[in-house]
C-alpha cells in the first residue's frame, strides 16, 4: 500500500474525526479510503449510464448472434489474461 499525506484545514480534520467516530470507521485512512471508493463508484456509474445513454440513442436493439457472444466471450477471456499478468 502507498502513503499519501494530506494537509486539512482544522475544520476538516474535525469532520474526518466526527465521520471516523459516528460511522464506526476503523480510521481516518479507513474513512478516506471508503470516500475515494464511493467516488470511483460513482464515476463509473455515470460512464456506464452514458454509455447506456449512447446505446439507446443508436435505435431498437437487435438479436444476439453467436458470433456477439463469441465476441464478449473473447473480450472477457482476454480482460481476465491482462487482469492475471498484472497480479
Not at 11 to 35: I, N
Amino acid at each position: 500500500m502507498t502513503t499519501i499525506h494530506v494537509t486539512l484545514s482544522e475544520e476538516l480534520k474535525a469532520a474526518v474525526d466526527r465521520e471516523v467516530a459516528e460511522g464506526g470507521f476503523e480510521s481516518p485512512d479507513a474513512y478516506l479510503q471508503s470516500l475515494v471508493r464511493d467516488a470511483q463508484r460513482r464515476r463509473a456509474r455515470r460512464v456506464l449510464d452514458a454509455k447506456l445513454i449512447e446505446a439507446l440513442d443508436e435505435g431498437p436493439a437487435t438479436p444476439m448472434t453467436r458470433e456477439d457472444w463469441e465476441g464478449i466471450e473473447r473480450q472477457a477471456l482476454e480482460r481476465m489474461d491482462r487482469e492475471r499478468r498484472r497480479g
